[in-house]
């Protein structure tokens, strides 16, 4: 534990707010304040929003000797990605109503408003949870929505996954009554007796991810989260949980010293333990993770500074329940469960594909007026996916052909129209919001996906199932690290280019390219996806060819935030090759 003059600043900012409360209360009643303080700024994250400025008006404000345009992104807590049809529609409104009219699906099966404004940003956070849903927790330094697969298959073990999942968002979601104070009473520093029993006036060191998911499905990337559950099933019965823990794919440019990486295998734990095992794995974060640098504070580190065995060990000590051996797992898929599939006797679920999770109406496709008229009409509920999109599930058959009407209606692509290549993409908000952000990422994607749709059908690999994901900066909120192919924000209009990941997220890809202009990225990549459309065995992914043709360990664990750790020159060489040429050095 680092001593008090060796703390962050946030950990006094944490431990001077009353729980949270600061100084949010009065800032919020004072018209003049048009930006809140850095403190309060700070604190503002646990309860679910951020404050942000349009980026693509700051010049043009400059040179009218006027500020910032502000306004807040407001995240909403959803365990599971679960919603009611009339929660749905609730959240439809408030995005007219007190954003920028769009509804941004995250990648932890979560909803994003942006644009709201700071006089609405109370009504709009209030009206929230009187829709039974809740923004506290969304951000900050404490375990962040709890995320589950999201197939509603209607048997025993999906059920108790969700459950779990359920469960864990309970256990440990903040005690402050700081949120409701502010946000439902109105009542600020009210004089009340309270504590934070796990958590304590400092939280934890940094945010805390976690996922729940079955062994074989890996639709939420359960190894890039803090911790997981992985549940295993023996004679059709669910039995217990394999416990990860240690993942994360938030790094910085130019740090070695920073890494994504995915979590290491800790355990096996009883269902009826799951949740206390996940809270002893976050008390250990809390009593020993770094507080005096919050760019070193994610539980990976923590990891890699004990060692797995001893962390392993402190697990093991800390638990007051039975901990047994890591169960052997089976292959992993990723299933993002798009298009028409049986949930249960004869009810089906359709999964709609959302590109980059910006639900929105333009001139060429109305997808939130269909979505709405989906949630009026035809009354069933909703699940977000870690993949940006959503499944509609709990409808007969004739339902799903009237979902279908409503979709064509509106010019919603269905998914024999969407491309393997786009289907499995994502991008992060980045520009114009995003504070963080340095290079574009969701507005460059789909013309950057156009452009490979006609590269792949070119090299006849249409139907090769690979993932392509960017990103603005190098924090992965899009999870870039684990993809076939990724783009990482360098600066404006210039990105690193990874490859050998894989649509399974369980391996981490290589700096394959640094500082690539975004015009110049299908030519960089061009001999290597030559050399695949020649040379892919039957059902092998690109980054599973590049692993092959390169001998890289498999699987990959961490990718440091060094930059000059690429590739070696002879690899660098090899990958200049032609295809031929390189289908050579393959087959040898």
């Known amino acids: 534990m ?67 345009a502000y306004s807040y992104m407001i995240r909403v807590v959803i365990p599971a990605g679960r919603l009611t049809a009339r929660q749905y529609l609730d959240l439809d409104q ?52 709890v995320m589950a697969t999201a197939a509603p298959i209607e048997s025993p073990i999906y059920q108790q996954i969700r459950q779990t999942a359920y469960e864990l968002a309970v256990e440990l979601k903040p005690a402050t009554k700081a949120y409701f104070e502010i946000w439902i009473d109105g009542e600020s520093q009210v004089n009340t007796q309270e504590d934070e029993p796990f958590y304590g006036s400092t939280y934890l060191p940094r945010k805390f991810k976690v996922g729940v998911t079955v062994a074989g499905d890996n639709q939420i990337d359960v190894f890039s989260y803090d911790t997981g559950l992985i549940g295993i099933i023996e ?11 240690g993942g994360g794919l938030g790094m910085s440019h130019g740090r070695a010293n920073t890494f994504a990486q995915i979590a290491s295998k800790i355990c096996f734990v009883d269902v009826a333990d799951a949740v206390a095992a996940v809270r002893v794995i976050a008390s250990i974060y809390r009593d020993l993770g770094n507080r005096n640098d919050r760019k070193q504070a994610r539980l990976k580190y923590l990891v890699d500074t004990m060692g797995e065995e001893n962390f392993i060990a402190e697990f093991k000590r800390r638990a007051e329940f ?28 359709y999964g709609v594909f959302v590109e980059n999770g910006r639900i929105k109406d333009t001139d060429s496709m109305q997808m939130k007026a269909a979505f709405r008229q989906i949630a009026e009409e035809i009354g069933c509920p909703i699940i977000l996916t870690a993949q940006q999109s959503l499944l509609f599930h709990d409808l007969t058959i004739d339902q799903v052909e009237r979902l279908k009407v409503i979709l064509r209606q509106h010019q919603v692509p269905l998914l024999e129209q969407i491309s393997n290549v786009r289907r499995y993409s994502m991008a992060c908000p980045a520009m114009p919001t995003c504070g963080l952000a340095v290079a574009e990422s969701e507005r ?86 030559a050399a695949y459309a020649q040379s892919r065995r039957t059902s092998e992914g690109l980054g599973d060819f590049y692993q092959r043709v390169f001998e890289r360990s498999h699987p990959c664990h961490r990718l440091t935030g060094k930059e000059t750790e690429t590739r070696t020159d002879a690899e660098l060489q090899l990958v200049q090759l032609t295809g031929p040429e390189i289908s050579k050095k393959v087959e040898l």
């Open 444 to 529: 460059a994607a789909p013309e950057l996906l156009t452009q490979f749709e006609q590269h792949f059908a070119h090299l006849g690999l249409a139907d090769a199932q690979l993932t392509v994901r960017m990103t603005g900066c190098p924090n992965g909120c899009a999870r870039p690290y684990t993809a076939d192919i990724a783009l990482v924000g360098r600066r404006p209009g210039i990105y690193h280019l990874f490859v050998g990941g894989r649509l399974a997220g369980d391996r981490m890809a290589d700096l394959y390219a640094a500082d690539v202009p975004l015009e110049q990225v299908l030519e960089v990549l061009n001999p290597l996806l």
């Open 2 to 68: 680092a001593k008090k003059d060796e703390l962050s600043p946030v950990e006094a900012i944490k431990a001077e707010s009353n729980l949270l409360r600061g100084t949010i209360h009065q800032a919020l009643n004072d018209p003049q304040v048009e930006s809140l303080s850095s403190n309060d700024l700070n604190l503002l994250k646990f309860h679910g929003s951020y404050e942000q400025d349009d980026r693509d008006l700051r010049q043009s404000r400059r040179a009218e000797g006027l500020g910032k």
């Open 94 to 145: 408030m995005a007219d109503r007190y954003a920028n009219g769009t509804i941004r699906l995250t990648t932890r099966q979560a909803i994003q408003y942006h644009g709201v404004l700071k006089g609405d940003l109370r009504q709009t956070i209030r009206e929230i949870n009187e829709s039974l849903l809740t923004t506290l927790a969304a951000c900050g330094d404490v375990c962040r929505n």
């Open 235 to 245: 004679n059709d019965q669910l039995i217990g949980y394999n416990l990860v823990a």
């Open 322 to 349: 039975p901990v047994s051996s890591w169960k052997e797992l089976p292959a992993w898929e990723n299933q993002d469960w798009l298009g028409l599939h049986p949930q249960s006797h004869e009810r089906w679920f």
